[in-house]
């Protein structure tokens, strides 16, 4: 190893605090490391190649090393480098709030810039309350939201994500947060008590929740329902036909928005530009951040329907929110020239052409004594790990802990795989490649999998 390779490495050691991580598991070993990226690879200090098997972070649709992104990103820090949208605009700000209206359905046409999801859902929650105050609803403010559903570390968004987990250490929380049963349709019986429903029949029990969570409350007290079109915390949770369908007559007969958090399934994570269209729904507003740019710049957007924009139109009344960095010119360019390549490639056609082969190269290990169940849609899906296939018998968290962290994740990364091997839930093991992924990376997941799944299985 050469001496910068070892300064980099120990000042990963010794300065640098990383997200969502247990610092313990490197006191005895070096952080992994990532240099470069090529295609649907990412590469260590050390050289060694895995494949990305989660996009970076659900996030880098047109595949790493795109000189493209690089150079569109260059040209704009050359021309501005940086203004902000506060009574100001900029032209590719302009420009991209456009084309992301032409690609949205309905009249979904005003796009408010952030700089991530999690903001993007803040702000949602934040022009919720506000709307409804101007239109004479002031009580309006709570929201419902999933069971194990993650919407973002900001106070309001992690205050709608339902992993209690991931909330204890920072409460008191935003007040007006209520949970309801999610789409795992696999657990249906236990969620339920109800023996054998079929995916729609659970589907609309699941929708049905959400209007007597809203009777509960009070209609007039609830502003918004938050929903992922595929649930990401959990295991790739897809709705079941009709639910969606439901739940927008929920929203409308008790005026309520219905908020799509689309930071993960937007940008032809599951075939489509955005998720909704993939279940056939049409929400209020829209949140979307990590592949608009393929990861090579951050941003975020929340994107609202026209109605909700019109008490803004005239008078004194502002939305008093925003973001120094939101909308920031380079990371604008950086979108529409990512957007350029979705369509010069066909990106959406070729997830949606792929996509049988991804599920059945996936399905295909259900006949290991451990994969309980395999669930998603388009380029996100999950295998939900048991351990018994007959009685759904899930591991308890000694298990859990010695199965995820103690060799998994380990173990497929070793082995050339970069995947989240997670138990928000019920362990799980979450695939989402690169958008240009197909047939060679499929069957190298696949053989993976196997092979440090049976491993697994073998250790139990």
Avoid at 219 to 237: I, L, S, Y
Avoid at 311 to 340: C, E, I, Q, R, W
Avoid at 358 to 367: A, M, N, S, Y
Wanted: aromatic share 10%.
């Amino acid at each position: 190893m050469t001496q910068p390779e070892n300064d980099v490495l120990k000042a990963a050691q010794d300065h640098l605090w990383l997200h969502f991580t247990r610092h313990s598991s490197y006191q005895q070993s070096e952080i992994p490391t990532i240099v470069r990226g090529e295609g649907s690879y990412i590469y260590d200090i050390h050289g060694k190649r895995y494949l990305d098997g989660l996009a970076g972070l659900f996030v880098v649709q047109a595949g790493h090393g795109r000189q493209e992104l690089a150079e569109a990103a260059a040209k704009q820090a050359q021309e501005l480098a940086f203004f902000p949208l506060w009574s100001y605009a900029h032209p590719k700000a302009a420009e991209l709030a456009q084309r992301l209206a032409s690609y949205t359905p309905g009249e979904l046409n005003r796009v408010f810039f952030t700089t991530g999801g999690g903001e993007a859902v803040e702000s949602a929650w934040k022009l919720a309350k506000q709307y409804f105050k101007l239109v004479g609803k002031p009580l309006k403010h709570k929201v419902i939201s999933r069971q194990i559903a993650y919407h973002g570390t900001p106070q309001g968004a992690l205050s709608i994500t339902g992993i209690p987990a991931f909330k204890e250490m920072f409460e008191p929380l935003v007040p007006g947060s209520i949970r309801v049963p999610n789409t795992n349709h696999y657990r249906a019986d236990e969620i339920t008590g109800v023996k054998g429903m079929t995916p729609e029949e659970y589907g609309f029990w699941a929708a049905e929740r959400v209007a007597r969570a809203i009777e509960m409350e009070g209609p007039d007290t609830v502003a918004a329902v938050f929903a992922e079109p595929v649930q990401n915390a959990g295991g790739c949770f897809p709705p079941a036909p009709g639910y969606f369908q439901r739940l927008r007559e929920i929203c409308d007969e008790y005026d309520v928005l219905l908020v799509s958090d689309e930071v993960i399934c937007a940008f032809g994570r599951l075939g489509t530009m955005f998720g909704g269209q993939k279940f056939d729904y049409v929400p209020d507003i829209i949140t979307c951040a990590k592949g608009l740019t393929s990861g090579y710049s951050p941003i975020g957007a929340m994107i609202a329907h026209e109605r909700l924009f019109e008490p803004f139109k005239d008078g004194d009344t502002m939305f008093p929110h925003g973001y120094t960095f939101g909308g920031h010119p380079v990371s604008a360019a950086v979108a529409l020239a990512n957007l350029d390549i979705f369509e010069r490639e066909d990106l959406l056609g070729h997830v949606t052409r792929n996509e049988p082969l991804f599920k059945e190269t996936l399905d295909g290990l259900r006949d290991l004594p451990i994969v309980g169940d395999v669930r998603g849609s388009g380029f996100f899906w999950g295998l939900e790990l048991v351990k018994d296939k007959t009685t759904k018998e899930t591991f308890d968290a000694e298990e859990s802990e010695r199965l995820l962290r103690g060799f998994l994740s380990k173990a497929l990364y070793e082995a050339g795989l970069y995947c989240r091997a997670d138990d928000r839930g019920d362990p799980v093991i979450q695939l989402a490649p690169p958008l240009i992924a197909g047939p060679e990376e499929f069957a190298e997941i696949g053989s993976i999998l196997r092979n440090v799944l049976t491993e697994a299985w073998a250790r139990l």
